[in-house]
C-alpha cells in the first residue's frame, strides 16, 4: 500500500464524527457570509435544520450566535457561538448532537431602538416621507422594549426568506 493511498485526490479536508462518519468539508468562512437558509449539521453530520437569523455585530465584527428554524414555521431554536464548530460555504456545523439541539432555547429578537429623526423643513414631500415611515416603523417593526419571541408572521417572513436562499 502506498503513503498516499489515505488521501483524498483533491485534498479536501474531512472531520471525522463520533458516530465514525466521515464528512466532507468545504474551506472555512467568515461568521459574516452566513445568510437565511444555509443548512446547519449537527456534530454527528446530519442536517438539523437551516440558518433563520445571524446575532451579532458586524461593525465590530462580534459573533453572538444563531437562530436555526428546526421545522418549517416552528419557533427559532437559538445557538450560542460557542456551539459553532465550523462554517463554510452554505453549511454551519455545531459542536451540538441533534439531541442537544432539540432541547436548545428558544431565541428571542432582541429589543429594537427607535431613531428619531430631526424635524424637517424640507417641504411637503420630504414631511409626507417621514411621516410615511413613521407609520410603517409602527404597524411593520414596532418598537420592542425588551427580548420578545418572534411571532407566527415572523416565522411564516422567515420561512419564505429561507426558500428564497
Not at 424640507?122 to 416621507?129: D, S
Request: aromatic letters at 6%; a negative charge; charged letters at 25%.
Amino acid at each position: 500500500m502506498s503513503v498516499c493511498a489515505g488521501l483524498r485526490a483533491r485534498f479536501e479536508p474531512a472531520l471525522l464524527c463520533a458516530s465514525g462518519k466521515t464528512v466532507e468539508v468545504a474551506d472555512p468562512v467568515s461568521w459574516l457570509m452566513i445568510r437565511a437558509g444555509w443548512k446547519v449539521v449537527a456534530a454527528d453530520g446530519g442536517e438539523v435544520g437551516e440558518v433563520d437569523e445571524v446575532a451579532g455585530d458586524d461593525t465590530e465584527d462580534i459573533f453572538d450566535g444563531l437562530a436555526i428554524a428546526t421545522s418549517s414555521f416552528g419557533k427559532p431554536r437559538y445557538v450560542p457561538a460557542e456551539q459553532v464548530a465550523g462554517i463554510s460555504d452554505g453549511v454551519v456545523r455545531l459542536s451540538l448532537t441533534r439531541a442537544q439541539v432539540m432541547q436548545l432555547g428558544e431565541f428571542l429578537e432582541p429589543a429594537t431602538s427607535a431613531e428619531i429623526e430631526p424635524d424637517s423643513k424640507g417641504g411637503l414631500g420630504e414631511t409626507l416621507a417621514a411621516d410615511v415611515r413613521e407609520v410603517e416603523g409602527k404597524v411593520l417593526a414596532p418598537t420592542q422594549r425588551h427580548e420578545h419571541p418572534m411571532n407566527i408572521w415572523r416565522r411564516i417572513a422567515f420561512f419564505f426568506r429561507r426558500l428564497a436562499g
